[in-house]
């Protein structure tokens, strides 16, 4: 009996949030190691936290990653993965690569398994979403086919969202020259949570968070103020992967969402433990 008093007690908790949440807009980023475990339970954790969003009346959207699946799938064609600045060079043969995985295999396999939850969704290349220009580094080294999302149309994701349809999209987007490219799945999810005027933006990774130190998971920042945010990167806290994504939250941020939060895929149901009980588990960036 205590057990299921217990469970009742948590869903009490819950409650406040769910009211305050209904027919809000969450932007789901989607990426970590945990995407590539064999474990199918694992894999797909995250689809059954995104029916139960869907199941209480939240309208969520998301935005996946899959680095490691590419670059697996680049070495498996006896290429060599390459990197810049912790970017992907990506020539002609590489964004063919990047554009069927990405596309053409995680996207599905995302769509599916929300749909064997129960829930509906469905899936986009984000060269129909996104549009981008070229990106160029300040060091002037060409990337090849790497952009920078400059534009969103938000009609598809809308149009989903009033069927109570789950948006999944993929990080690429079409170029000025017509040609596809592959974006940043950080920064293609805060344009995203941008453009539709989303009330949260949860980046999912295989870290706890942001760290103050890298390998001391007991010094999570949980709650981060976004004028704080020059300072950690000054002092080197934020660094490396985690400088996309704390760019775009505090982006996301100024333009309007109302709290950012990073969390670990790889704690079960870490998306709900995040948003509907007190405590929370992972870093929120807030204004």
Not at 79 to 84: M, N, P, Q, S, T
Not at 183 to 189: G, V
Not at 199 to 224: C, E, K, N, Q, Y
């Amino acid at each position: 009996m205590e057990e299921i008093i217990s469970k009742a007690a948590t869903l009490l908790e819950a409650l406040p949030y769910v009211q305050r949440f209904r027919n809000e807009v969450f932007v789901v980023k989607y990426g970590g190691s945990f995407m590539d475990s064999p474990n199918e339970e694992e894999r797909h954790r995250v689809a059954r936290d995104v029916v139960f969003l869907e199941a209480v009346g939240i309208n969520p959207v998301v935005v996946h990653g899959g680095g490691k699946a590419i670059t697996r799938a680049i070495e498996q064609s006896g290429a060599k993965a390459e990197f810049v600045g912790g970017q992907r060079r990506t020539d002609e043969a590489t964004m063919e690569i990047v554009e069927r995985i990405l596309s053409w295999k995680i996207n599905p396999e995302i769509v599916k398994a929300i749909q064997d939850f129960g829930g509906k969704a469905r899936g986009f290349s984000g060269s129909e979403i996104f549009r981008c220009r070229k990106l160029k580094r300040k060091d002037d080294v060409d990337l090849g086919y790497v952009g920078e999302v400059v534009e969103v149309n938000a009609e598809p994701l809308r149009e989903c969202i009033r069927r109570s349809i789950t948006p999944v999209v993929s990080p690429t987007a079409k170029g000025e020259d017509g040609k596809i490219y592959n974006c940043n799945a950080d920064i293609a999810a805060a344009k995203t949570a941008i453009a539709l005027k989303a009330r949260r933006l949860v980046f999912m990774s295989d870290v706890p968070g942001l760290l103050r130190a890298p390998d001391d998971a007991t010094s999570l920042i949980t709650h981060l103020p976004i004028d704080e945010v020059p300072r950690l990167r000054e002092s080197g806290v934020i660094a490396e992967g985690m400088i996309p994504k704390v760019e775009s939250a505090v982006a996301a941020i100024e333009s309007g969402v109302e709290k950012v939060q990073f969390v670990d895929g790889r704690i079960p149901h870490s998306i709900l433990l995040e948003i509907f009980t007190d405590a929370g588990v992972g870093t929120e960036v807030v204004r």
